[in-house]
């Protein structure tokens, strides 16, 4: 019973003035309980709405003329011009991240609960108008154990034993609800008048004490540098920050208090890529205070006014506020390259899409794509290079003081545009926003020299550099592209977008590429070696380069690169896409075995010290030689001295596992040896890819027939299952996964559904394969899931 369009509209214009008055019980251990108050006027008295709350127990309503419950809904009829409504009930904790989770630390026993709400979510925790615009002020009240800390969107008013009072918030979004709850190790401070502070589970005190300078100098020069370029104040009384167990998003900027995954605060090293992505997801949500919680889009066709945003400010403030150098090289060899994947599939949308292409909330979740976060970030890129940055800001500012508190749309978002600039943004968003797919940028050559054209319809403002034959650059600038092709002189190599300011795919002339391909890691650029690790990918994807071919440039270029990300990410998208999705069965235990050989080139060489560690990493899951693993764990490091940390250590198992050189008894013994959820969930992943027929089957059975498996430990055992060197072995479960899988995320949800789509046989597959998909398609599968099988059927097909 997704809520539609057409019945948020309605409900929107029969109510306001919510305000929502919430207690909840969080001392028992099955259950939790809920009383809420919801205040609200009505503009037609007599009519009826409904509240939603979902699968609630021992259910009490008060205030309401008439009313009834179907699981779901709580329909109220004989509303008065102003209302007020008592519910009370028990409600179940949840293990799969969309509700009140529940989780117990293995390494001490600790309980901790906390509610992710997200889109649809709210109504899993209490009675409520789970819709954006109906935003409210609420005031929150928790009973909790005593020795437990709380948290919530407003600072705590009253605190004493085990009961918590909060401040009201201003209006907020419903799905922007957050309490988290349990014995947390926090550090706080204060900032420009403001409580700050960072908490994690108290088993990671020595993870958080260990970052927690970094975490605080990100923080504060982030939030400063947000505060200089927006007008608009940060609304809010407090900025808590919690690494938190099980959550299914990366982060959610839940207003007053952030939440993460808290695999941003790993047990042992923190690599440079991790601390890069770390930074940018904080000033990502830090975004959000302004784009989706002060201002929030109306319906989820507009996604894109908070997450394109955020996006963007997050990879750009985290480079200009907190130093964190080369963000957006990082962004054009991963997310960006998931954006052009995202654009070839039939779910591609309009960055901007208009209400009525997304009739209801299941069909929304799935906006929550690369198109809205890369794409959009791209687009927003090449608009403040074509808009300039000033023009940009002020636009910003003009909408976020408009529409403060309250909703806003892409129209919204244009008049402040206009307002400010005589350029023709409307134009501009209509061949942006409005449209799919991407332009391509291609150079020929004649008798003259190169020329560069666009095949496609959008305006480009890129970077263009000219390089000669040795590929040391001779020229570089900016040129417009639209129509007409733009004669580049007489240079040997061009590459154009070299600083990655469109979003579009490129194409170089013969004698180009094959100067690249010889030698593609003396361009002494970061941000243009990325695009064209970018390019080469996208070549694979299309057909139009060998996959060996690629891994030829893998084995030649990567061992010489010393850009942290570039190495991460070729390394991660050669191990997770090109080996199991373009190769024959046949041709992947030895292309496994040339990834490893590039990573041992590499570490020979004596690279940076990150560069050493993401090399070690990657041969950790991709060497075949068990003996070289064995010694590892013996000695807690590498052959080249680099310390086994908890990470390294269980990828080292899992890799012996899946060679056959560790039985699941010495995978217990390992897991007995390391208590923390880290162990527990590296012991799942190396059990489940021991190459034996009962092994599978015990992995299979967690999977699939525990109903109450958590999202962690799903997640973990498929990862180790479906291992592409072991495709006789695994190729079976193909059949009993798309049987399977449409009822484990029917009876789970929408984030859940989403982990079970991210399951997918990550295998070789073939044309029998790809017919089962179709037929299975051609049944009864939830909504998320079948976009999510969609897409892989479409890339599959772009394969062939």
């Known amino acids: 019973m997704s809520l539609t369009l057409a019945e948020a509209r309605a409900r929107a214009a029969l109510l306001s003035n919510v305000v929502y008055d919430l207690a909840l019980d969080l001392t028992d251990r099955e259950t939790f309980g809920v009383e809420a108050t919801v205040s609200f006027d009505c503009a037609e008295p007599g009519a009826s709405t409904f509240l939603e709350l979902t699968e609630a127990l021992d259910l009490v309503v008060a205030g309401a003329t008439e009313w009834s419950y179907d699981g779901r809904r709580i329909h109220l009829s004989g509303l008065g011009a102003s209302n007020e409504v008592r519910v009370g009930a028990r409600l179940a904790y949840v293990t799969d991240g969309d509700g009140m989770h529940t989780f117990t630390d293995p390494a001490d026993g600790e309980t901790y609960v906390s509610a992710y709400i997200g889109m649809d979510i709210a109504q899993r925790v209490f009675p409520c108008f789970d819709q954006n615009d109906l935003k409210a002020p609420l005031t929150l009240q928790v009973t909790a154990p005593e020795s437990w800390t709380v948290l919530a969107n407003a600072r705590a008013a009253t605190h004493e034993g085990g009961r918590w009072s909060f401040n009201q918030t201003p209006a907020i979004p419903v799905p922007m609800f957050v309490v988290c709850a349990g014995p947390w190790h926090s550090v706080t401070w204060e900032h420009a008048g403001l409580p700050f502070g960072w908490h994690a589970r108290a088993s ?104 394109s945003f955020a996006d963007y400010m997050g990879f750009r403030v985290a480079e200009r506020a907190a130093g964190v150098e080369g963000n957006f090289v990082d962004f054009t060899v991963s997310r960006k390259v998931r954006g052009y994947e995202a654009d070839e599939r039939r779910s591609t949308h309009p960055v901007a899409a208009v209400a009525e292409d997304v009739p209801d909330v299941d069909l929304a979740a799935g906006n929550f794509d690369q198109i809205s976060y890369a794409k959009g970030n791209s687009a927003l890129r090449q608009l403040v290079t074509w808009l300039g940055d000033d023009a940009f800001l002020a636009g910003v500012n003009a909408y976020l003081t408009r529409h403060r508190f309250g909703n806003a749309t892409l129209t919204d978002f244009l008049d402040a545009l206009d307002a400010v600039t005589d350029r023709d943004v409307r134009g501009w968003a209509h061949a942006w926003l409005r449209t799919t797919g991407f332009d391509t940028l291609r150079v020929v050559r004649d008798a003259e020299g190169p020329v560069l054209t666009r095949e496609g319809s959008r305006p480009h403002r890129v970077r263009v550099t000219a390089y000669d034959g040795s590929l040391a650059p001779v020229e570089s600038g900016l040129l417009d592209l639209g129509d007409d092709p733009v004669r580049l002189g007489a ?159 269980w990828s080292a198992i899992h890799r012996l596992a899946a060679l056959g050189a560790l039985t699941a008894e010495e995978i217990d013994d390992e897991r007995a040896g390391d208590g923390t959820l880290v162990g527990q969930l590296g012991a799942a992943r190396a059990l489940a890819a021991i190459p034996h027929p009962e092994a599978k089957e015990r992995a299979w059975a967690r999977m699939f027939e525990d109903p109450h498996v958590s999202n962690r430990m799903f997640e973990a055992a498929s990862e180790g299952f479906w291992d592409p060197e072991q495709v006789p072995l695994v190729h079976p479960y193909v059949a009993r996964y798309l049987a399977e899988a449409p009822a484990v995320a029917a009876a789970r949800g929408q984030a859940y559904s989403q982990l079970v789509g991210r399951a997918f046989p990550n295998i070789p597959l073939g044309p029998s394969d790809v017919a089962a998909l179709e037929d299975a398609l051609a049944g009864d599968v939830p909504t998320v899931l079948r976009r999510q099988w969609e897409d892989r059927l479409d890339d599959l097909r772009l394969r062939r």
């Open 491 to 649: 240079a040997e190599v061009v590459v154009p977008n070299s600083g990655g300011e469109t979003f579009a795919r490129i194409r170089l002339d013969d004698r180009s590429w094959e100067a690249v391909s010889r030698d593609l890691v003396s361009i002494p650029d970061d941000d243009t070696r990325a695009v064209l690790w970018s390019a080469a990918f996208d070549l694979v994807r299309c057909g139009e380069l060998p996959a060996q071919e690629f891994l030829g440039l893998v084995t030649r270029h990567l061992p010489r690169e010393q850009n942290v990300g570039i190495v991460e990410w070729v390394l991660y998208w050669t191990q997770t896409k090109l080996v199991p999705r373009h190769l024959r069965p046949d041709e992947v235990i030895d292309a496994v075995a040339q990834l490893a050989a590039a990573c041992e080139s590499g570490l020979a060489s004596e690279p940076d010290p990150e560069v050493a560690l993401v090399l070690s990493r990657s041969l950790a899951q991709t060497t075949p030689d068990a003996v070289l693993l064995e010694q590892w764990l013996v000695d807690r490091a590498t052959h080249t001295g680099i310390e086994l940390d908890p990470t390294m250590r």
């Open 204 to 307: 990671l005190a020595a993870e958080l004490d260990r970052d927690v300078e970094e975490l605080r100098r990100i923080t504060e020069q982030c939030f400063d540098h947000y505060s200089s370029i927006f007008d608009e104040p940060f609304a809010f009384d407090s900025y808590d920050q919690a690494f938190v167990p099980g959550q299914n998003w990366g982060a959610l900027e839940t207003p007053g208090c952030v939440t993460y995954r808290d695999e941003y605060l790993p047990i042992g090293r923190v690599t440079a890529g991790e601390r890069r992505r770390r930074a940018t997801v904080i000033a990502h949500e830090m975004a959000h205070m302004w784009f989706g919680d002060l201002v929030t889009m109306r319906w989820w066709e507009d996604t894109w006014l908070q997450e």
